[in-house]
């Protein structure tokens, strides 16, 4: 065989669609939830960005940087047109941010002594909030993690990792594994500190040199704020800072209750607020326990099995969510006109018949299975999200192998933002999103050796890099995501334009910016 299917994950199985090898690997590209989506074939649309992090940081750390009693100004650069476009190129990091928060930082006596910029990053899904402080001289004074909000990766803190960037500038090296040491197990936050270093030492030295018009705000008192208002100028009064200072500590005092365990061949993860956080979350793994045993290939005992080890034509009774996530899968299979197909044969699915009222699952040929691999974590995801919300948890992020069903965002947060790499190179962040009350869930297709692979009707000269789809329901997700990827791109549009609960967004092989399908 040529090539693979990879959907989305962060350990590697194998199972069979359409006697195609899918290996469940990690999820590479992603689509914007918060406006409507545009027709295939449109030009792109601007990736739709969540609003930048706000909060406070001590006026004691720029202090302790210069060593000095310093003067504190702020300003919001706005990050466009051709300011952009030199930023880009010269940090060779693209980024779709709109403002980036800069202070400028002088003795008493006015001599100008260096910067601070404070942005965003993505680590694997989240962003990581950077301050990087530069002297007069453009040279990386310090950096040091504001914000983190990975699961894992938050070695990057230590001043191990964070002193290598002393003394760097805009024509340094500055690549991970070579002048930058990696540590193991958080290379895609290591990644992120680079990005931001190099787009901080881009923006400084373009912002200067172009000599940039830019408002700023003197700022007095012992915490310095960072963010934007709603018109994305400096919030201009301390006592506002005061206000928001508040706020945010009352805020941050709602720590999240965060679990990660081995599940369906992979990790799930959950990062849950709530008073009852700690039982909901075990009652949630619970559930996913139960689910993998009725629905894995690989558990003696299971309905799958059952149904499969009984003669053909007898009916087996089966549990109610057995019937209920077959009786999806099979719908996904009628609309894609057996693209999806269960059964791992061609045409299979039309041989399975289902008996809800008798609880009955019956198959009508010989040598057919019942894999779920395709709809089973996503069919999981939504039943733990009902666990949680019905424990009081409505806050809560889950991570399935890569495929993510949010539910409300945190305290004091208009969403979950997540961010996904490009494929290509797997360190350009191609998007960053807000993810509220939805699933996203990614399917990609590799090719092995010279040969190109043939999926269904594609066309074999053009090749589906990736293929991510949203929708509200995590289990139809995860079935579409692999549809869409199976079969051409005119059916994955009329697929997609028929349903009003997902959309999709696929990258072709010599294309530089996602085709957007469905709508949403």
């Given at each position: 065989m040529s090539g693979h299917i990879t959907k989305s994950t962060h350990f590697v199985q194998t199972l069979f669609i359409k006697r195609l090898p899918l290996l469940l690997g990690l999820g590479l590209l992603v689509l914007t939830l918060s406006s409507p989506l545009q027709s295939f074939g449109a030009e792109p649309a601007e990736p739709n960005v969540p609003e930048k992090t706000s909060g406070f940081f001590s006026r004691d750390l720029i202090e302790d940087l210069w060593s000095e009693d310093?003067?504190?100004?702020?300003?919001?650069?706005?990050?466009?047109?051709?300011?952009?476009?030199?930023?880009?190129?010269?940090?060779?990091?693209?980024?779709?941010?709109?403002?980036?928060?800069?202070?400028?930082?002088?003795?008493?006596?006015?001599?100008?002594?260096?910067?601070?910029?404070?942005?965003?990053?993505?680590?694997?899904?989240?962003?990581?909030?950077?301050?990087?402080?530069?002297?007069n001289k453009e040279r990386v004074v310090d950096l040091q993690v504001l914000v983190y909000r990975e699961h894992i990766g938050k070695e990057i803190e230590s001043r191990r990792f964070t002193r290598q960037f002393r003394d760097k500038k805009i024509t340094s090296t500055l690549k991970l594994h070579r002048d930058i040491r990696n540590l193991s197990g958080a290379t895609l936050s290591a990644r992120a500190a680079v990005r931001a270093v190099r787009r901080s030492l881009a923006t400084v030295k373009l912002t200067r040199q172009r000599g940039t018009e830019l408002a700023?705000?003197?700022?007095?008192?012992?915490?310095?704020?960072?963010?934007?208002?709603?018109?994305?100028?400096?919030?201009?009064?301390?006592?506002k800072d005061e206000d928001v200072l508040k706020?945010?500590?009352?805020?941050?005092?709602?720590?999240?209750?965060?679990?990660?365990?081995p599940a369906m061949g992979t990790i799930l993860k959950m990062e849950v607020h709530g008073d009852d956080a700690l039982n909901a979350v075990e009652a949630a793994?619970?559930?996913?326990?139960?689910?993998?045993?009725?629905?894995?290939r690989w558990k003696q005992g299971s309905d799958v099995l059952n149904v499969e080890n009984a003669p053909v034509g007898t009916a087996v009774e089966v549990s109610s969510d057995t019937i209920e996530v077959?009786?999806?899968?099979?719908?996904?299979?009628?609309?894609?006109?057996?693209?999806?197909?269960?059964?791992?044969?061609?045409?299979?699915?039309?041989?399975?018949?289902?008996?809800?009222?008798?609880?009955?699952?019956?198959?009508?040929?010989?040598?057919?299975?019942?894999?779920?691999?395709?709809?089973?974590?996503?069919?999981?995801?939504?039943?733990?999200?009902?666990?949680?919300?019905s424990h009081g948890c409505r806050r809560a992020l889950l991570d399935f192998g890569g495929q993510l069903l949010a539910l409300d965002p945190p305290?004091?947060?208009s969403s979950w933002p997540v961010g996904i790499?490009?494929?290509?190179?797997?360190?350009?962040?191609?998007?960053?999103?807000?993810?509220?009350?939805?699933?996203?869930?990614?399917?990609?297709?590799?090719e092995r050796g010279e040969h190109l692979i043939h999926l269904l009707d594609n066309d074999p000269a053009i090749r589906i890099l990736t293929t991510s789809v949203i929708s509200e329901s995590a289990t139809q997700a995860d079935a579409l995501s692999t549809t869409v990827a199976l079969i051409d791109q005119d059916k994955a549009q009329q697929l997609l334009e028929s349903r009003s609960d997902a959309s999709a967004v696929i990258l072709l092989e010599g294309e530089d910016e996602p085709r957007v399908m469905g709508r949403f």
């Open positions: 310093v003067r504190v100004e702020r300003s919001i650069v706005p990050i466009e047109g051709e300011l952009k476009e030199e930023i880009v190129k010269l940090s060779r990091v693209k980024t779709s941010d709109q403002h980036t928060a800069l202070f400028r930082i002088s003795s008493d006596l006015g001599e100008a002594m260096g910067h601070v910029v404070i942005l965003d990053e993505v680590g694997k899904y989240r962003p990581i909030t950077f301050l990087v402080a530069l002297d700023w705000l003197p700022i007095s008192g012992p915490n310095l704020f960072y963010g934007e208002s709603q018109l994305g100028f400096p919030v201009p009064a301390s006592e706020r945010a500590s009352r805020e941050s005092s709602a720590k999240p209750f965060e679990r990660a365990r793994f619970t559930e996913v326990a139960r689910l993998e045993s009725l629905h894995s077959v009786e999806q899968a099979l719908q996904v299979s009628r609309e894609s006109g057996g693209a999806f197909d269960l059964t791992l044969q061609k045409d299979g699915y039309l041989s399975v018949r289902v008996d809800a009222e008798n609880q009955t699952i019956t198959l009508l040929k010989p040598g057919l299975i019942l894999d779920l691999g395709g709809i089973g974590k996503g069919f999981a995801l939504d039943r733990a999200a009902q666990v949680l919300e305290p004091g947060e790499f490009d494929p290509r190179d797997g360190k350009t962040v191609l998007y960053q999103l807000p993810l509220v009350r939805s699933s996203l869930a990614t399917t990609a297709l590799y």
